[in-house]
């Protein structure tokens, strides 16, 4: 059935806009999910009015279906695939989250193992990839780094690059979710002029990518149980969240059939900005800037402030109008985390103090503006020994299931159609050209 004929359909939910001007009016199909708000399917629109819908940012826009991750914003909930972010940050496993993000279902225990070993066989990377990190300064910033050798694995696997072969998409979506924490933990030693350290396949996945991280060639390494539970719990929460924008560049490479190493590369550049997952590395900068709690308020106010172009980071969401699920995991995992690591951090009692004080202000308090889940994350991070610059890497490396997964169900689509917006054109009507010696 046609959107138009469903439009018509005796017992179809419609929307009927009509043209003041004119008086025309058009139905468009409702369509309803399992949760979240009815949406209007605008796909006619044009055709039977000659309009556009104009949304730039994409605040009312709905861009595809998906069965992944449902988020509620009013209510501060956040599910994959229906199951609660609290439940399984609990009780599951970055692991078994790949693969219910993958393939919709929590694994049992043979479906987890086999998932894991296909995982686990995939960690190394090319030795030819060493030669790409030469290639850049020390200093360089490691997303910078992780956007190049990313979109580097195209050159390398011939072989999983038919998008159209299921089999293919799923090798290359297990070589993605293996390679990357290799690759970030490349990213992380070159910058430190530290030699690579190979992955391990008698490790966990969080223990690995913190053996490939912290471990050198010259001593034995174990992996703290502490640090390994932490980096876990981290990966859950940031696995997956809906079409954000660096999903939603993924989505969109992903529809021009660019391979999905691309496409990956591509959400790593999009998430880098400090309004996206740029924020975990921004939050420690402006704690430090801050300083101590009696500054707070000056910050507050320049936060509030619409001559400064201050933000509080960490807090805001263009969908959290409540708490950030994932931020009250990682706050009660900050406490949890520093106390068994001994660490002191000032920074953790600056940030509770500032949540506290921006929570009662009702600038915030009337935006709906509340911690979200960079606020926190840095701090555990820093505990850890990570390099600030290191944070929105540590970001890319879970949320790289997450885009993946969104790839995958897009690829899996009856039809793959290319994404191109439209526009509401307003530069200059159309003018004669104007010879060099005329102009000025
Ligand atoms: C992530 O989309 C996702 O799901 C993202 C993410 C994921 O998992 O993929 O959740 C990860 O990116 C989290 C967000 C990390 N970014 C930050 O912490 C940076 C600081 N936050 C802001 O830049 C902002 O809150 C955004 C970008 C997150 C959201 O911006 P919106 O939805 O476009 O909201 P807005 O800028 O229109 O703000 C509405 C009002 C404005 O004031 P008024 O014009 O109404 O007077 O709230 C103000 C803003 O100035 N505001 C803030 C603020 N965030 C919004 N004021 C001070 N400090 C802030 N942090």
């Known amino acids: 059935m046609s959107n138009a004929e469903a439009a018509n359909a005796p017992d179809e939910k419609t929307f009927t806009l009509s043209n003041d001007e004119t008086g025309d ?68 496993s970055f692991m078994e989250v790949c693969y219910l993000l993958l393939y919709g279902d929590l694994p049992t225990q043979d479906q987890l193992d086999e998932f894991t070993h296909n995982i686990v066989y995939h960690t190394m990377v090319h030795d030819q990839m060493n030669y790409f990190y030469r290639g850049f300064r020390r200093d360089a910033h490691p997303m910078a780094v992780m956007c190049g050798v990313v979109g580097a694995l195209s050159a390398f696997y011939h072989d999983s690059l038919d998008i159209f072969d299921p089999k293919q998409r799923e090798i290359s979506a297990h070589r993605l979710i293996a390679k990357i924490p290799t690759l970030a933990a490349m990213t992380m030693k070159y910058s430190m002029g530290q030699p690579f350290m190979y992955p391990r396949n008698d490790l966990s996945y969080p223990e690995n990518f913190l053996y490939m991280c912290f471990a050198v060639p010259a001593e034995a390494y174990e992996v703290n149980p502490v640090l390994a539970k932490a980096m876990d719990r981290i990966l859950i929460l940031h696995a997956d969240h809906e079409q954000n924008a660096s999903t939603s560049t993924v989505r969109l490479a992903g529809s021009s059939q660019a391979n999905p190493f691309a496409c990956i590369a591509a959400g790593i550049a999009s998430l880098w900005g400090p309004s996206h997952g740029g924020a975990n590395q921004a939050v420690l900068e402006m704690l430090d800037q801050i300083g101590s709690k009696e500054h707070i308020p000056e910050f507050i106010e320049r936060a509030k402030s619409k001559d400064d172009p201050f933000k509080l980071m960490g807090f805001g969401h263009r969908v959290y109008k409540n708490h950030d699920p994932r931020a009250q995991v990682l706050k009660e995992s900050c406490d949890e985390v520093l106390d068994l690591l001994g660490v002191d951090d000032p920074r953790l009692e600056l940030a509770m103090e500032l949540e506290r004080i921006a929570l009662e202000d009702d ?36 949320r790289t299931v997450g885009w993946t997964s969104q790839w995958k169900e897009m690829m899996e689509e009856p039809s793959l159609k290319i994404g191109r917006p439209r526009q509401l054109y307003t530069g200059p009507a159309e003018r004669p050209f104007i010879p060099m010696d005329k102009r000025g």
């Open 25 to 92: 009016t058009v139905k468009l199909p409702i369509v309803e999910g399992t949760y979240g708000p009815h949406c209007i399917d605008i796909r006619q629109l044009y055709g039977q009015t000659g309009h556009f819908t104009l949304d730039p940012s994409f605040t009312a826009t709905g861009s595809c279906k998906s069965r992944i991750t449902y988020i509620d914003g009013d209510e501060g909930i956040l599910m994959h695939r229906g199951y609660r972010i609290e439940d399984l940050a609990a009780k599951s």
């Open 363 to 398: 600038y915030f308090k009337e935006r709906k503006l509340f911690p979200n889940v960079d606020f926190y994350s840095g701090i555990i991070l820093k505990a850890m020994g990570f390099p600030v610059e290191m944070f929105t890497v540590l970001f890319a490396v879970s």
